[in-house]
């Protein structure tokens, strides 16, 4: 069973950068598509950002794209999300995700870091 646990969120002002760590325990990652997602209060959770399996194939919503950069280095089990230009919108929960299908289901999520954005 994997587990997935998130790190790096905090408290930053606009126009700084995070980077959060989503480490994996009790299985190996190398076969899963991973991502991230967010969860802002009152509204639906949305993608961020997803990764292939060697890290080669990447995609991102449209509100984070040349803001955003996922990777990860499976080698170490994680994924990695740096974000730059942080922008107060960006306030929310992130949270990542693997998903051993395709299509993808997203079976295993992280708790969640929150990360918070002051203007």
């Known amino acids: 069973q994997v587990q997935l646990a998130e790190s790096g969120g905090g408290l930053v002002q606009a126009g700084g950068s995070l980077r959060l760590s989503c480490a994996a325990s009790g299985g190996t990652l190398s076969r899963h598509i991973m991502a991230w997602f967010r969860q802002a209060p009152g509204k639906e959770r949305e993608r961020v950002a997803s990764?292939?399996?060697?890290?080669?194939?990447?995609s991102y919503a449209d509100s984070v794209t040349g803001r955003f950069a996922i990777s990860r280095d499976n080698t170490k089990n994680t994924m990695y999300l740096q974000m730059n230009s942080l922008k107060p919108e960006d306030t929310a929960v992130y949270y990542c995700?693997?998903?051993?299908?395709?299509?993808?289901?997203?079976?295993?999520w992280g708790q969640g870091t929150q990360v918070t954005v002051s203007s």
């Open positions: 990764i292939g399996t060697t890290g080669s194939s990447t």
């Open positions: 995700a693997a998903s051993r299908f395709i299509p993808v289901q997203y079976e295993y």
